[in-house]
């Protein structure tokens, strides 16, 4: 799987629109770009992944560019709530299970 | 709905004793996961099962620990003869399909147990 390259930590104001980017400049044709938070005492939460076009859900949007090396995580109206470990993942259709979750971005945000 | 439940949520065990961590995946999930979060570091996959087989355990140490998915009850993880070194957060997953075609089947996570070892 390809390996992905997130900011140790970002700060975001309560309300405002949340950015988190992701290099994976080595995402081969198959891979999937996932993306999972997890809050401090719980399980990994599943957030949005998609393959090549923009998707948006009930939580965010993922904007991945046309060459596919980088991606963004967009968390349009952020709460206190949304502070969060945020990781980026880049996997296989067909081994989606296998997630390698790496050091993540801790997204802090303030009141 | 209920999501994915791990019991217990903490639990201690003493050198050489062993641990037996539960996990009931969400309604209509046939396929289960294992991680394990070791302190500071991020979660690493351990072992995938279905109902009664095991798909993929390329993950789980040789030694002491194994897995299971009956046809009834929840999966179980189980460590035997637990050292320090097994002190972790131990956490379960879910989906409704799993293997090739499983890319829009993200896992559903629990809340994990925290095996602590005295």
């Known amino acids: 799987d390809a390996k992905t390259t997130q900011p140790t930590s970002m700060d975001c104001a309560e309300g405002r629109a949340a950015n988190l980017p992701c290099n994976h400049s080595?995402?081969?044709?198959?891979?999937?770009v996932y993306w999972y938070r997890q809050i401090h005492s719980q399980g990994p939460q599943y957030i949005i992944h998609?393959?090549?076009n923009n998707e948006t859900n009930e939580m965010a949007s993922l904007i991945i560019t046309e060459d596919r090396k980088s991606s963004t995580l967009i968390l349009p109206h952020a709460t206190l709530r949304d502070t969060a470990v945020y990781y980026c993942?880049?996997?296989?259709?067909?081994?989606?299970?296998?997630?390698?979750f790496g050091k993540g971005t801790l997204l802090t945000v303030n009141p | 709905n209920a999501g994915v439940m791990q019991n217990p949520r903490h639990l201690v065990r003493r050198r050489g004793q062993e641990a037996r961590l539960r996990c009931s995946p969400m309604?209509?999930?046939?396929?289960v996961y294992w991680y394990r979060q070791l302190p500071e570091e991020g979660l690493k996959f351990m072992v995938y099962?279905?109902?009664?087989?095991?798909?993929?355990e390329s993950g789980m140490p040789k030694e002491r620990f194994s897995a299971e998915f009956p046809k009834e009850g929840p999966s179980i993880l189980r460590i035997q003869q637990v050292v320090r070194g097994d002190s972790a957060a131990y956490f379960c997953?879910?989906?409704?399909?799993?293997?090739?075609?499983?890319?829009?089947?993200?896992?559903?996570f629990g809340n994990g147990t925290r095996l602590t070892v005295t």
């Open positions: 099962l279905q109902k009664e087989n095991i798909i993929d």
């Open positions: 998609g393959l090549k």
């Open positions: 309604k209509g999930h046939s396929h």
């Open positions: 993942i880049v996997t296989s259709g067909g081994s989606n299970y296998k997630l390698t």
């Open positions: 080595t995402i081969s044709g198959n891979e999937y």
């Open positions: 997953a879910s989906s409704p399909r799993g293997g090739p075609s499983s890319y829009n089947s993200p896992l559903h």
